[in-house]
């Protein structure tokens, strides 16, 4: 058998999210489809992490194993994304790896961005691509926001009820945001992720930057470690997977 880690682009628009589900299409599924018709094998396609229903990636990370060796990088690439032309999902890039990687478990950082447009004009190029926020936001304070997320802490107040990770404490490396004229850029870089919690962080940033909180508000929030206390997280169209680093 041999194990291949592709890298994939993707417009979580209209899917069900990254993972195989009952109700709709799902990117996993539409890969396993395409590829396993193509390499004429069951193939079985897992990711870095699960995506949400409408959250994108420029570069989500995933590994497959078949028993068909894989002579030409570039034809295997142009095959695959001709087959997936009806979706909007692209493999960028794809690498030979050794019986051990494994897409989720050999990651040692994610980086995801979330972006936002903070303008009163509505959004037409970049309409379910970005969070279009109309009220001004207070970015300084956010930024305040953000620097207290930054090392290891209880994270469950941005956990989603539904979360199965074993433990709420992770370690941020990295909580930035930086402003471009109507573009805010939020990144966050972790070794792993709660299920919602940079939405359930940049929703309660946000009532930072709107003024709904202080910054003893959101100090509070946060180290209550109670879900309850967390602001209406951020929709998931403005969240992107951005970088898995090994």
């Given at each position: 058998m041999f194990t291949y880690q592709i890298t994939v682009e993707y417009l979580g628009t209209n899917f069900v999210g990254w993972q195989i589900q009952t109700n709709g299409l799902s990117i996993q599924g539409t890969l396993e489809k395409v590829l396993s018709k193509f390499l004429k094998d069951r193939i079985i396609v897992i990711g870095s992490g699960r995506t949400d229903a409408g959250v994108h990636a420029s570069e989500q990370s995933a590994h497959f194993k078949t028993k068909n060796k894989i002579i030409d990088k570039n034809i295997f690439i142009s095959s695959i994304n001709f087959f997936l032309?009806?979706?909007?999902?692209?493999?960028?890039?794809?690498?030979?790896?050794?019986?051990?990687?494994?897409?989720?478990?050999?990651?040692?950082?994610?980086?995801?961005?979330?972006?936002?447009?903070?303008?009163?004009?509505?959004?037409?190029?970049?309409?379910?691509?970005?969070?279009?926020?109309?009220?001004?936001?207070?970015?300084?304070?956010?930024?305040?926001?953000?620097?207290?997320?930054?090392?290891?802490?209880?994270?469950?107040?941005?956990?989603?009820?539904?979360?199965?990770?074993?433990?709420?404490?992770k370690t941020m490396k990295k909580a930035i945001i930086k402003k471009n004229k109507d573009r805010i850029v939020l990144t966050f870089q972790s070794k792993s992720f709660l299920q919602?919690?940079?939405?359930?962080?940049?929703?309660?940033?946000?009532?930072?930057?709107?003024?709904?909180?202080?910054?003893?508000?959101?100090?509070?929030?946060?180290?209550?470690?109670?879900?309850?206390?967390?602001?209406?997280?951020?929709?998931?169209?403005?969240?992107?997977?951005?970088?898995?680093?090994?």
């Open positions: 032309r009806k979706y909007p999902i692209s493999i960028l890039d794809l690498k030979k790896r050794n019986e051990r990687f494994h897409a989720r478990h050999s990651a040692k950082e994610r980086i995801y961005r979330y972006f936002i447009i903070n303008r009163r004009s509505s959004l037409v190029l970049e309409k379910n691509k970005a969070w279009h926020i109309k009220k001004k936001l207070d970015v300084k304070i956010m930024k305040k926001g953000a620097e207290i997320l930054r090392g290891t802490h209880n994270f469950s107040t941005f956990r989603a009820s539904s979360c199965q990770a074993k433990s709420p404490i919602q919690q940079v939405r359930s962080m940049v929703g309660s940033l946000k009532y930072l930057g709107e003024g709904k909180w202080d910054l003893n508000d959101f100090k509070k929030a946060f180290s209550s470690k109670k879900r309850a206390k967390c602001a209406p997280p951020a929709p998931a169209h403005g969240l992107y997977l951005t970088k898995v680093i090994y």
